[in-house]
């Protein structure tokens, strides 16, 4: 399957620019984590990527060729708004955005049941949207971006309001995408969910991203801090930041990965050392550094 590629997209509001140089690339078979604070341009970028808005500039492609209105057919998108019927049968809906896809009725009709046997919904399939609570309504929502078979995912907050047995189920099947070789990006506020699911995770800020990589590589790339468990103190060797200090010992800061020795001998020479660890953020605490450096 070919990547997506988001090339240097701009778009402003009125007078307000929501997007600058927006630019990465989702790659066949990876899970894309698509982090940002409120309002930082991430349903904007991926509604430019659907075709529901015009970028001011910049390029969506689907391999190499520029996402037209054919190749958007090949996508399977989950809108934040979502976008469903509410009076109508799941069952029957799912059928329909099947045959919109250019799917023949009995195949699409297969596709829709069987995801929704998948997602715990086969004794739903009659009722009606509005029927169900809304962790339900969300799994039909799943359905409807999987039903034709796509070859592309785009979904803006699926796992937004599911309980977790809905979220282990839900992420099983964008697994199992991806695994088949599809580029599956979505956006997320749920950040140990994209730290557990994604092979590659984008930090969005003011309409740019501002950091991107494997978790391992964001996590290696954050603060070089040290927790050293001991009691005492004023030891700290020049270049160093003390970032904490607690009953149990001090952490510090570091400027290069190789002052940890230097750390360690100097914690040494002072008293004893119970500990001496790196402490390697997770997601959340990355994300909140780089989010506020910008
Ligand atoms: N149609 C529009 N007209 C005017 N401003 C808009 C429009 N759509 C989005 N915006 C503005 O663009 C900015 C980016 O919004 P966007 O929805 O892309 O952010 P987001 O990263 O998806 O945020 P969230 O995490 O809250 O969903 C916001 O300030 C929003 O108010």
């Not at 069952?91 to 009725?105: C, K, P």
């Not at 799943?142 to 907050?157: F, R, T, Y």
């Not at 070789?181 to 092979?199: A, I, K, N, W, Y």
């Not at 001991?230 to 570091?254: C, D, F, H, K, M």
Request: hydrophobic share 40%; glycine share 10%; charged share 25%.
């Amino acid at each position: 399957m070919p990547s997506l590629h988001i090339d240097r997209l701009n778009k402003t509001f009125g007078d307000h620019r929501v997007l600058t140089d927006m630019t990465f690339s989702v790659r066949e078979g990876e899970v894309y984590g698509f982090v940002g604070s409120n309002g930082a341009g991430k349903s904007t970028t991926m509604r430019i990527a659907l075709g529901v808005l015009s970028a001011d500039s910049g390029q969506v492609r689907f391999g190499d060729a520029p996402l037209d209105d054919d190749l958007r057919r090949r996508i399977g998108y989950m809108p934040e708004e979502r976008g469903l019927y509410a009076k109508e049968k799941i069952a029957d809906q799912l059928t329909f955005f099947g045959r919109l896809h250019g799917m023949q009725s009995a195949a699409a009709r297969t596709n829709a049941e069987t995801l929704l046997e998948q997602l715990g919904l086969g004794e739903r399939m009659d009722d009606r949207l509005e029927a169900l609570s809304l962790g339900n309504q969300q799994r039909v929502q799943l359905a409807a971006s999987l039903v034709h078979d796509p070859d592309l995912l785009i979904l803006d907050e699926p796992f937004s309001g599911l309980d977790p047995v809905a979220v282990e189920v839900m992420s099983e099947m964008l697994l199992e995408r991806a695994r088949a070789g599809v580029p599956v990006m979505f956006s997320s506020h749920q950040l140990d969910l994209v730290q557990r699911l994604c092979d590659r995770v984008g930090i969005v800020a003011h309409g740019s991203m501002v950091a991107e990589g494997t978790v391992e590589e964001l996590r290696a790339g954050g603060p070089l801090l040290y927790d050293v468990a001991t009691p005492a103190r004023g030891w700290y060797p020049p270049g160093t930041t003390l970032i904490e200090e607690s009953p149990e010992g001090v952490v510090l800061q570091a400027t290069s990965p190789e002052q940890d020795q230097e750390i360690l001998r100097a914690a040494l020479d002072a008293g004893p050392v119970h500990s001496f660890t790196r402490r390697v953020p997770d997601l959340t605490e990355l994300f909140r550094e780089t989010v506020k450096a910008v």
